[in-house]
């Protein structure tokens, strides 16, 4: 199982790798290369060259992105060297899987996370704002799987359109129309998680045989309506109040570059005056929309199941669904630095004081103090102001959390290793000679993987919570990142758009709760009075 792992892993970076000479941008896979090209520290410029040289992307060596790709290769070639049984699990450890097995709740969690961290490597392919596939006049386009954009003009968008990255929104609905694509395909949620600020939801009102507004149950609608220049766009015309079905009040009236130029008084739906301050005749301005066409406009935060948002739209005008996968990727991503890095400083430091003891010991216990005082909330509000704009980002924050994050677990490998060090097997391979390293990552390690499993899930819970709780207070990750925190502050910011913080709320609590699931079964199945007899 675990040489099909090391294939997969040797394939998949191969693929990375491709991708990234042939200009394409694949799900998960070009993660590495795009977090690269974003940060300044994470690439080289070596000059002005132009992106025809793969290796060099507008002049950037994408050092990271490579490095990852060499670390998987180096990874997968050092597992396919060892003894086919050395990954092979003990007796004791295939009773404890079954064991794991056993307890439904941590077992049914597992399986979820599985399908969650599944879902989120579709990235683009499952939610974004770039169409899956375009064909126009007979050619082929994926969009979503390339590096560099197509312009509007590429798919007979005129205007604004033409000269900027083209909306597939907008041709989706304009497909099969002349000079349009004959079929636009877009993912299964067609909105990126951020920097994509969807145009207000609208309802249309009916209007009855008297003349008299209705709503789309058929009751008489009070309050505001708009007759519009253009239903896409939400973009108003005319704003009217209704009254029990009739026009009541003051009615005002906006050109298209949003200046006022028409004002109305209306008393129960007889036009009792009115002005106009633009240019040219009012009547033209009049016949610029339907004038039995009205419409509700859902300004942001709209709420769900309007004009496609299935869960709405935070204040923003992001779509909160898209918004949570790309909060759900944040965490999975910044899991995968985070683990290896914390329980690599942990276990090398914890083992090492209990092996060694004596100064050693004492003098990393009392840094590990010292430092674990420092007040942490503090360190990243004044990094915060110090650290330029362009410096923040996942790396800024993950290196402050490994920071004060090695700490917790160095204790308990410190007494283990105090414990395993005075065994037989441990004292027979100090007098064969076995170095120091061999003795503490070959002999001892290996009979400390059940502490080390049962840590991780709690390790992850706790990683989830303090991005939240620094996005929450505004010192966690950049805008260009979606978080849970983030989404949640803006949500019991606008309590009167509760779905907002509903959504959040749900979230990062059914997050946290399978993964505790996970936790518990792993800390039961792992429990060593389980598979020990004493004597």
Same mark, same amino acid.
């Given at each position: 199982?675990?040489?099909?792992?090391?294939?997969?892993?040797?394939?998949?970076?191969?693929?990375?790798?491709?991708?990234?000479?042939?200009?394409?941008?694949?799900?998960?896979?070009?993660?590495?290369?795009?977090?690269?090209?974003?940060?300044?520290?994470?690439?080289?410029?070596?000059?002005?060259?132009?992106?025809?040289?793969?290796?060099?992307?507008?002049?950037?060596?994408?050092?990271?992105?490579?490095?990852?790709?060499?670390?998987?290769?180096?990874?997968?070639?050092?597992?396919?060297?060892?003894?086919?049984?050395?990954?092979?699990?003990?007796?004791?450890?295939?009773?404890?899987?079954?064991?794991?097995?056993?307890?439904?709740?941590?077992?049914?969690?597992?399986?979820?996370?599985?399908?969650?961290?599944?879902?989120?490597?579709?990235?683009?392919?499952?939610?974004?704002?770039?169409?899956?596939?375009?064909?126009?006049?007979?050619?082929?386009?994926?969009?979503?799987?390339?590096?560099?954009?197509?312009?509007?003009?590429?798919?007979?968008?005129?205007?604004?359109?033409?000269?900027?990255?083209?909306?597939?929104?907008?041709?989706?609905?304009?497909?099969?129309?002349?000079?349009?694509?004959?079929?636009?395909?877009?993912?299964?949620?067609?909105?990126?998680?951020?920097? =994509?600020?969807?145009?207000?939801?609208?309802?249309?009102?009916?209007?009855?045989?008297?003349?008299?507004?209705?709503?789309?149950?058929?009751?008489?609608?009070?309050?505001?309506?708009?007759?519009?220049?253009?239903?896409?766009?939400?973009?108003?015309?005319?704003?009217?109040?209704?009254?029990?079905?009739?026009?009541?009040?003051?009615?005002?009236?906006?050109?298209? =570059?949003?200046?006022?130029?028409?004002?109305?008084?209306?008393?129960?739906?007889?036009?009792?005056?009115?002005?106009?301050?633009?240019?040219?005749?009012?009547?033209?301005?009049?016949?610029?929309?339907?004038?039995?066409?009205?419409?509700?406009?859902?300004?942001?935060?709209?709420?769900?199941?309007?004009?496609?948002?299935?869960?709405?739209?935070?204040?923003?005008?992001?779509?909160?669904?898209?918004?949570?996968?790309?909060?759900?990727?944040?965490?999975?991503?910044?899991?995968?630095?985070?683990?290896?890095?914390?329980?690599?400083?942990?276990?090398?430091?914890?083992?090492?004081?209990?092996?060694?003891?004596?100064?050693?010991?004492?003098?990393?216990?009392?840094?590990?103090?010292?430092?674990?005082?420092?007040?942490?909330?503090?360190?990243?509000?004044?990094?915060?102001?110090?650290?330029?704009?362009?410096?923040?980002?996942?790396?800024?924050?993950?290196?402050?959390?490994?920071?004060?994050?090695?700490?917790?677990?160095?204790?308990?490998?410190?007494?283990?290793?105090?414990?395993?060090?005075?065994?037989?097997?441990?004292?027979?391979?100090?007098?064969?000679?076995?170095?120091?390293?061999?003795?503490?990552?070959?002999?001892?390690?290996?009979?400390?993987?059940?502490?080390?499993?049962?840590?991780?899930?709690?390790?992850?819970?706790?990683?989830?919570?303090?991005?939240?709780?620094?996005?929450?207070?505004?010192?966690?990750?950049?805008?260009?990142?979606?978080?849970?925190?983030?989404?949640?502050?803006?949500?019991?910011?606008?309590?009167?758009?509760?779905?907002?913080?509903?959504?959040?709320?749900?979230?990062?609590?059914?997050?946290?709760?399978?993964?505790?699931?996970?936790?518990?079964?792993?800390?039961?199945?792992?429990?060593?009075?389980?598979?020990?007899?004493?004597?």
């Amino acid at each position: 199982m675990v040489r099909k792992l090391a294939y997969t892993l040797i394939i998949l970076a191969f693929i990375a790798a491709i991708g990234e000479l042939c200009g394409l941008l694949l799900p998960t896979l070009s993660w590495p290369f795009s977090a690269a090209r974003e940060m300044d520290m994470l690439h080289w410029k070596v000059s002005d060259i132009s992106s025809a040289n793969p290796f060099l992307p507008q002049g950037k060596f994408l050092w990271f992105g490579w490095l990852i790709l060499i670390v998987a290769w180096g990874v997968s070639a050092w597992i396919l060297r060892q003894p086919i049984n050395r990954f092979k699990p003990t007796p004791i450890t295939a009773r404890r899987i079954t064991r794991f097995k056993s307890i439904k709740r941590g077992y049914i969690s597992l399986l979820i996370l599985c399908g969650l961290v599944f879902l989120a490597a579709m990235d683009q392919a499952l939610v974004g704002k770039r169409a899956l596939l375009v064909i126009q006049d007979g050619h082929w386009y994926a969009p979503a799987f390339v590096r560099d954009p197509y312009l509007g003009s590429t798919f007979g968008q005129t205007g604004d359109l033409a000269d900027s990255e083209a909306n597939y929104r907008l041709l989706k609905k304009e497909s099969g129309k002349q000079g349009f694509p004959s079929f636009v395909v877009m993912p299964l949620v067609p909105y990126d998680p951020t920097g =994509d600020s969807a145009n207000p939801a609208t309802d249309q009102l009916n209007v009855d045989e008297a003349g008299l507004v209705r709503t789309s149950q058929g009751k008489l609608y009070s309050g505001l309506a708009f007759r519009l220049y253009d239903e896409e766009s939400a973009l108003p015309h005319i704003r009217y109040r209704f009254r029990k079905g009739l026009k009541e009040g003051r009615a005002i009236g906006w050109l298209p =570059d949003r200046t006022e130029v028409y004002g109305a008084i209306y008393e129960k739906g007889q036009l009792s005056a009115e002005q106009y301050m633009g240019e040219g005749p009012m009547a033209a301005f009049l016949s610029d929309s339907d004038p039995d066409t009205f419409h509700m406009i859902h300004y942001h935060p709209a709420p769900p199941l309007k004009s496609g948002h299935l869960l709405g739209t935070n204040t923003q005008g992001a779509d909160i669904l898209a918004y949570l996968y790309g909060g759900l990727q944040v965490n999975l991503k910044a899991a995968i630095f985070y683990l290896p890095s914390v329980y690599l400083i942990g276990i090398t430091f914890g083992m090492l004081m209990g092996y060694f003891g004596g100064k050693f010991d004492l003098t990393m216990q009392r840094l590990i103090e010292i430092f674990s005082q420092v007040p942490f909330l503090f360190i990243i509000m004044i990094i915060s102001d110090l650290v330029p704009i362009e410096l923040k980002g996942m790396f800024l924050i993950l290196g402050l959390l490994i920071m004060f994050g090695w700490m917790g677990m160095t204790y308990q490998l410190r007494t283990s290793t105090m414990k395993e060090k005075a065994r037989d097997y441990s004292q027979a391979a100090r007098v064969i000679g076995a170095s120091t390293s061999r003795i503490l990552f070959i002999h001892i390690l290996p009979n400390l993987i059940a502490i080390l499993v049962t840590l991780v899930p709690f390790s992850v819970s706790a990683l989830i919570l303090s991005l939240a709780s620094l996005d929450y207070l505004g010192f966690g990750l950049p805008d260009t990142y979606a978080s849970w925190g983030r989404l949640l502050n803006d949500g019991l910011s606008n309590l009167a758009a509760p779905w907002v913080v509903t959504s959040a709320f749900s979230a990062l609590v059914f997050t946290l709760l399978i993964v505790t699931f996970i936790g518990e079964a792993v800390r039961e199945a792992f429990d060593p009075k389980k598979f020990t007899t004493y004597r």
